[in-house]
Nanobody, 127 residues
């Protein structure tokens, strides 16, 4: 069992930056690929970014490429999502998730491949 707790959300203006954190506990952190997803009001949850257990492979949604960076710090059992140049349409609840994977395996893009989820953190981007 893995417990995930997100933090770092808040209210920012368009063009601002924000860094989300997700602290994991319960199992060996490197046994898990980690992903970030988001869900806006009235919309389905969508993939944002993912990182392999070893940290060497990252994936991004097209909307996030060039502006968002996912990283992990295994010594702190924490995964981060650095978000720059935020847009109002990116207002959503942001969730982190964990998927059991070998460190060299590709991290999944699909939410159904993730076994554990955090409660989410609200990000609001005002125009």
């Amino acid at each position: 069992q893995v417990q995930l707790v997100e933090s770092g959300g808040g209210l920012v203006q368009a063009g601002d930056s924000l860094r989300l954190s997700c602290a994991a506990s319960g199992r060996t952190f490197s046994d898990y690929a980690m992903g970030w997803f988001r869900q806006a009001p009235g919309k389905e949850r969508e993939f944002v970014a993912a990182i392999s257990g070893g940290g060497g492979i990252t994936k991004y949604a097209d909307s996030a490429k060039g502006r968002f960076t996912i990283s992990r710090e295994d010594a702190k059992n924490t995964v981060y999502l650095q978000m720059n140049s935020l847009k109002p349409e990116e207002t959503a609840v942001y969730y982190c998730a964990a998927a059991t994977r070998s460190p060299w395996q590709q991290p999944p893009r699909y939410q159904f491949d993730y076994e554990y989820w955090g409660q989410g953190t609200q990000v609001t981007v005002s125009s």
